[in-house]
Every structure is written in C-alpha cells, then in structure tokens.
C-alpha cells in the first residue's frame, strides 16, 4: 500500500524554528512537495523536491533523502500567519500526488 | 483573475438529492484534477483529464461520482443521490503538463458540500 506519515499537530514560538518530518512508501517515486493550508482555504505550494538534498526559498526550506524515505519542512524565523496546515505529498509511478494527513502547526507569541 | 475558480463555494442539500459542481482551470492548463478533503485530512484523489480526456478515476469513487470535461476546459463533478458521508470540501486543481516534470497543481478555493 502507499502511506505518508506525518505529525498531526506541532507548536512552536514566534521567531523560532520549527522542522516538520514526513515519511513515505509509495508506488514509485517522482517528487515530493509540500503544500501549506490555511484554515478553510485551499492548499498553496511551498515547495518541490526530487533529487536528494536541500532546496531553500526564504524562510522554508524542504529536504529529502529517497533511500530513507523521508522529507522535513523546515520555517524559520517563525510568524504568527505561518499558522496553518503542512502537506506532504508524493507523486507515484503513475504521476498522481499520495497526500498526508498534513501536520497543524500553531505559532505561539 | 487568472486563478483556478470554483461555483458554488458552499452547497447545502438534503440527503438523495443530486449535485453538480464547477470548476474552471487556469486557461493555459489541460490537467484538471478533483479532490475531496474532510476536516483533519490532506486530499484524496478522485478524478483528472488531460485535455477533454478523463485519464484515471480513483477506486474509491463510487458510481454516483461523475465527471466531464466536454471540451477541455471547464469541469463538472455531479453526485447523484448524496449520503452524509458526501459532506467533504471538494478541492479542483490545474496543472501544465506538457512535460511530464512539470510538478506544480494550483488549486481552486474548493466547493464545501453539507448534506443533511
């Protein structure tokens, strides 16, 4: 079967850094994202990820290594509009996205 | 606005009824996807097209699901016969996918759906 697991829930302090994990067994593999959702609206891409190492854009950052199965999320310098839902995703053999449950991460002051 | 829209943004209906939802892509995109996504959970695949051409539909989908894509453009996805279990926000998603590294899908503002 295909599975992505994820932390359902995280808190961390405005300012600060926080690292969201994701690991994954799909059907193949070509790409991984990360998409953020804010409550009740639809998820926006963050970020993509294919070959093993870091990508960096500002604040966010995504790692992976394929042989491990695994990808983190990392914000920095943490703001009270990152609140919001994480995605993992991963697109299979067949080039559809396997979704996580995603990651709800709460920004405390 | 050159986003990805969707019509309606909340439905209310009683459960048996029929409903149709619509989803227009960003113009230069020929894959469309739909999704379903309940509180706490990341979206689960139903159906996409390439162009007009409805390419795979998830096992899940029962037969009361269906959608078109009559000509490559706007989308519609009808339920027939709603169950409570159909209470979902529906998410359309477009991407360009001329090459099959293009990676990113944009999502429209999704469609909620209550059944009572």
């Known amino acids: 079967g295909q599975n992505i697991d994820q932390p359902t829930e995280m808190t961390a302090t405005e300012g600060a850094i926080v690292q969201i994990n994701c690991t994954y067994q799909t059907s193949g593999f070509n790409g991984l994202f990360w998409y953020q959702q804010h409550a009740g609206e639809a998820p926006t891409f963050l970020s993509y990820?294919?070959l093993d190492g870091l990508e960096e854009k500002g604040r966010f950052s995504s790692f992976l290594s394929r042989s491990k199965g695994y990808s983190y999320l990392l914000l920095k310098e943490l703001q009270m509009k990152d609140s919001a839902s994480y995605l993992c995703?991963?697109?299979?053999?067949?080039?559809?996205?396997?979704w996580g449950a995603g990651t709800k991460l709460i920004i405390k002051p | 606005d050159t986003g990805v829209s969707q019509d309606p943004r909340h439905k209310i209906t009683k459960r048996g009824q029929n409903v149709t939802f619509r989803c227009d892509p960003i113009s230069e995109h020929n894959r469309l996807y739909w999704y379903r996504q309940t509180l706490g959970q990341g979206p689960e695949f139903l159906t996409y097209?390439?162009?007009?051409?409805?390419?795979?539909k998830s096992r899940l989908l029962s037969d009361r699901f269906s959608a078109e894509r009559p000509k490559g453009s706007f989308s519609t996805l009808e339920i027939q016969r709603t169950e409570q279990g159909d209470s979902a926000m529906y998410l359309c998603a477009s991407s360009l996918a001329e090459r099959e590294d293009s990676y990113e899908q944009y999502f429209g503002p999704g469609t909620r759906l209550t059944v009572t």
């Open positions: 097209f390439q162009n007009e051409a409805q390419l795979e």
């Open positions: 990820n294919v």
């Open positions: 995703a991963v697109r299979d053999s067949n080039y559809q996205l396997i």
